[in-house]
């Protein structure tokens, strides 16, 4: 079924786990995804961010294609355009039937976040879309950020912004970053201001920045108050290794073979992840609301 993310979340939340969203740019991720957890009978959600959107996955196509694998699943499925940072291009997924959006303007300063957070709660609350929002800042592993503690989430400056903004979801700075850590490092959280942020907010928590963590780490971040993984870099390393590695296996696999190897590659790296963060098993919701457009 196709629900909004604050069903989804507001359920982890209250009993202590998190749910994926998973980057994804095709029939094949998209289905890889939803039917891993439909076999562990766990919600899911599915991000999209605008670059990919642009490049690839346009939404014209992508949105009618989940929407249907969504209505097809017998679990909570959520759409959720992640990072907007362009106001206008975040109304026009509401406006294309995402159920849920985040709005990224974590560089800007508090008040600037503040209000550009507000715009588009006002603009999606209407129509029942969740809305996600990032305050500290998760920035890139390339350049170190993650240990960059002046970028970290400050519970009192959060308790205002979710105050002042209504925001359902926030994304928290506590030593993750973007696509891929140095071979062989591992970030070191700082698990004692995440457990102090969920006290101070008692919301739904979003770990951005989860590829490469470690499985310790994402397990105790989950303990901590996490409710929402992201998953990108992984997700999409794990396709590429699988056609890597079935071309080394049959150089003649032809595109067909290809795309059905990293889809079930994908599926079952979605499968194994679902159980780790603790979202097997919760049951399919009753009375979930699914997202109007009208
Ligand atoms: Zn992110």
Do not use: W
């Not at 017998?74 to 026009?92: E, R, T």
């Not at 071979?183 to 969920?198: C, M, N, Q, S, T």
């Not at 993984?229 to 296996?249: G, Y």
């Amino acid at each position: 079924m196709y629900v909004s993310m604050t069903d989804i979340l507001q359920d982890a939340h209250k009993n202590n786990y998190a749910v994926m969203a998973v980057n994804s740019i095709n029939m094949e991720m998209a289905r890889a995804v939803i039917s891993a957890a439909e076999e562990e009978r766990s919600p899911i959600i599915v991000n999209i961010g605008m670059g990919q959107m642009k490049k690839h996955a346009h939404a014209n196509v992508m949105v009618p294609m989940i929407k249907k694998l969504a209505e097809e699943a017998k679990v909570p499925v959520a759409l959720n355009h992640d990072h907007g940072q362009d106001l206008d291009f975040i109304i026009k997924c509401i406006q294309d039937g995402f159920s849920s959006v985040m709005i990224d303007a974590s560089s800007f300063p508090f008040e600037e976040n503040v209000h550009r957070t507000s715009t588009i709660v006002k603009l999606a609350h209407p129509h029942n879309i969740c809305v996600e929002a990032e305050l500290g800042h998760v920035g890139q592993a390339a350049d170190g950020d993650n240990s960059k503690a002046d970028l970290y989430t400050d519970p009192e400056q959060a308790k205002k912004f979710v105050e002042l903004t209504g925001v359902d979801a926030l994304a928290v700075a506590v030593g993750t970053a973007h696509g891929s850590y140095p071979k062989g490092y591992v970030p070191k959280l700082d698990f004692e201001r995440l457990a102090l942020l969920k006290k101070t907010l008692d919301m739904p928590l979003v770990l951005h920045g989860g590829s490469g963590s470690g499985e310790e780490n994402i397990r105790k971040a989950v303990a901590c108050g996490i409710n929402k993984i992201n998953v990108c870099t992984d997700a999409f390393n794990v396709a590429q290794k699988a056609m890597v590695d079935r071309m080394a296996e049959n150089p003649k696999a032809d595109y067909l073979d290809l795309c059905m190897t990293a889809e079930a590659a994908m599926k079952e790296f979605v499968k194994n992840y679902i159980r780790v963060i603790g979202s097997n098993n919760r049951y399919v919701f009753g009375e979930a609301k699914i997202v109007g457009h009208e």
